[in-house]
């Protein structure tokens, strides 16, 4: 029915966006204000490409070519935060070592996730 669909929308919406958080807050801490912006920024525009490219795909749209399209949104928000977190890291003498350790294991799960995905999407 369409309430179940509407439920079941704003229930993984919130669940992602909470995915989100956390993951943020586990690798990269308090986020300065610069960093927000440049991440509010970085997604508003992947948002409108992605929306401008689900145009072209109005016939295929399911729930997989949507959940791949969340899925590259916070790609490209993550990549977006790891540049600005390591052009803060440059710019500081002497960077703690708990911080570099934390960016290091994301940009390893990062690259292991893009990898998965350029797999993922060659083989089908």
């Not at 689900?54 to 295929?60: A, G, L």
């Amino acid at each position: 029915s369409k309430v179940f669909g509407v439920v079941w929308a704003n229930t993984c919406t919130m669940c992602t966006l909470m995915l989100g958080f956390v993951t943020s807050r586990i690798f990269f801490g308090v986020l300065t204000a610069a960093e927000r912006h440049k991440c509010v920024e970085e997604i508003t525009f992947a948002f409108i490409d992605i929306v401008i490219s689900t145009t072209y795909f109005t016939q295929q749209i399911s729930t997989t070519t949507v959940r791949q399209f969340v899925i590259m949104l916070y790609l490209r928000a993550f990549h977006s935060l790891c540049l600005s977190r390591l052009e803060s890291l440059e710019q500081s003498h002497q960077p703690p070592m708990k911080r570099f350790a934390r960016l290091i294991v994301f940009l390893g799960i990062l690259a292991s996730v893009d990898a998965y995905g350029l797999y993922a999407f060659a083989s089908n």
